[in-house]
């Protein structure tokens, strides 16, 4: 890390390296502004080191796996595959490494002062850092919250013992367990649930909700734990995770569901319980910035509550890479004299499992609640003739429309490259564009988005390649 060594007033001053942070620090330099990136560890923050880069890296290894297994299917023979586990950490160090310097090129390309340290806000035009050497204060015109956040350990006994990993531990691992207890059946623990049956683990993933993925639509968590009980996981619903204590030399998971307690045992436990923001013990309240439960409270232009400091991603209780690099944009925009506002409805949603899972906007439910009149069209990938050539059946396109503005309200998918898939629907939704221009436009043949176009015929009861069942 180098440290800068202009004594000059800056521009902006971003606090925090990860997505957020280095997209805002390199925006705001396009724009003509003199900018320092503090950073206390590695650039690229959880996301690229510890967090989406890995485990979509151990993610594509468990998809060869799993491909290997139904090759046969196509007429293609793989006999006697193996993992080879040093290469396969290798590899994944490898991507992260080149990631993390393609990050730190950009930033010196693009003129952005790189200050190694932990960030403390003194007011609106001061940013102290400190690291191990020394001390210095940088005066700036505005500041940029991107500190991120921190895996959450929930108050359970044994959640600190030996073996009992976050997310962020699990995605560094060196050894693959032969037994694994997920707590979480969330994005992380779903994932992780993947990768570790797909090396050939015994895995066993525990949610105390009724479904997986309880923040989404309801038919992706029933889909979803049909499919991982196919790969072997053994999922279990309406569970909670009362204690961790040790058991000859490994875990075992004392859990309560209706039928009572349950003991689980595993070489290791992960725990995929959520994530706080990184927003203590920087000065913030010091400042008077507005926080909540950890959140730091910002506006649609990503402004807080004392004038030129901002705050974008997990610091303001966000949960994806994509919405702090466009929260980096808005607030620096916004800094340096533009007028950008980041409209949080519009924010794609992936779940990188296989196959995946995406959304963006209302779910049924929530569109229900809010007493719209709706209309629901799906598509089953099954009925699809790209899925089909793939061997990538599983899954569907579900589509939530307002019968009113006849605009989507929310699109829902679960199945091969759903995160490919999303970013039609979520460009849609931010125009506003509504279902017979959907339908108006040509989708080439074969594809996987065809099931986008073919569940919004399905609302519209003009559904070509399904037929619907009546009473």
């Given at each position: 890390m180098i440290v800068a060594k202009s004594s000059g007033k800056y521009d902006v001053v971003v606090i925090g390296g990860g997505p957020g942070g280095y997209v805002a620090a390199i925006r705001a330099a396009q724009l003509g502004g003199k900018v320092a990136l503090v950073e206390k560890d590695q650039l690229g923050g959880v996301c690229t080191n510890v967090g989406c880069m890995p485990t979509k890296t151990m993610l594509r290894a468990a998809e060869f796996l799993l491909n290997f297994k139904h090759a046969q299917e196509f007429g293609i023979l793989v006999e006697n595959f193996k993992v080879d586990k040093s290469k396969f950490i290798q590899h994944r160090d490898d991507v992260v490494n080149r990631l993390r310097q393609g990050i730190a090129f950009l930033l010196e390309k693009n003129g952005v002062q790189l200050v190694s340290g932990a960030g403390f806000?003194?007011?609106?035009?001061?940013?102290?850092?400190?690291?191990?050497?020394?001390?210095?204060?940088?005066?700036?015109?505005?500041?940029?919250?991107?500190?991120?956040?921190?895996?959450?350990?929930?108050?359970?006994?044994?959640?600190?013992?030996?073996?009992?990993?976050?997310?962020?531990?699990?995605?560094?691992?060196?050894?693959?367990?032969?037994?694994?207890?997920?707590?979480?059946?969330?994005?992380?623990?779903?994932?992780?649930?993947?990768?570790?049956?797909?090396?050939?683990?015994?895995?066993?993933?525990?949610?105390?909700?009724?479904?997986?993925?309880?923040?989404?639509?309801?038919?992706?968590?029933?889909?979803?734990?049909?499919?991982?009980?196919?790969?072997?996981?053994?999922?279990?619903?309406?569970?909670?995770?009362?204690?961790?204590?040790?058991?000859?030399?490994?875990?075992?998971?004392?859990?309560?569901?209706?039928?009572?307690?349950?003991?689980?045992?595993?070489?290791?436990?992960?725990?995929?319980?959520?994530?706080?923001?990184?927003?203590?013990?920087?000065?913030?309240?010091?400042?008077?910035?507005?926080?909540?439960?950890?959140r730091i409270l910002v506006n649609d232009q990503m402004q807080t509550n004392v004038p030129n400091i901002y705050a974008i991603g997990d610091a303001t209780g966000g949960a994806f890479a994509h919405e702090a690099m466009e929260g980096g944009v808005v607030a620096v925009e916004n800094a340096l004299g533009g007028k950008s506002t980041l409209d949080r409805m519009v924010i794609p949603r992936c779940i990188y499992t296989i196959p995946e899972v995406a959304a963006v906007g209302l779910t049924e439910e929530q569109a229900r609640n809010q007493g719209d009149d709706i209309s629901i069209g799906s598509f089953p990938f099954a009925a699809s003739g790209r899925a089909i050539t793939l061997g990538e059946t599983e899954g569907l396109v579900k589509v939530i429309i307002d019968n009113r503005s006849k605009q989507l309200l929310g699109v829902h998918i679960i199945g091969h490259a759903a995160s490919e898939l999303i970013s039609e629907a979520t460009l849609a939704m931010s125009i506003g564009v509504t279902s017979s221009e959907i339908i108006g436009t040509i989708h080439a043949h074969p594809t996987l988005a065809e099931a986008f176009r073919e569940a919004v015929l399905d609302a519209e009861q003009r559904s070509i390649h399904r037929v619907r069942v009546t009473a």
């Open positions: 806000v003194k007011s609106s035009q001061l940013v102290e850092v400190r690291n191990k050497s020394s001390n210095q204060v940088l005066e700036t015109k505005t500041v940029v919250v991107a500190t991120g956040s921190t895996d959450y350990r929930p108050p359970i006994p044994g959640v600190d013992g030996r073996d009992v990993l976050t997310g962020e531990e699990a995605a560094t691992i060196r050894e693959i367990p032969q037994r694994v207890v997920i707590a979480g059946g969330g994005a992380e623990g779903t994932e992780f649930a993947t990768i570790f049956a797909a090396l050939g683990s015994d895995v066993t993933l525990v949610e105390m909700m009724p479904n997986l993925l309880p923040l989404e639509d309801k038919d992706l968590g029933i889909r979803l734990q049909r499919v991982m009980s196919k790969i072997g996981v053994k999922v279990l619903v309406k569970t909670k995770v009362m204690k961790i204590d040790d058991n000859n030399g490994g875990k075992v998971v004392v859990a309560s569901s209706d039928s009572g307690e349950i003991r689980l045992e595993g070489d290791m436990v992960l725990v995929g319980l959520g994530r706080k923001p990184n927003t203590a013990n920087i000065g913030l309240e010091e400042v008077g910035v507005s926080i909540d439960r950890g």
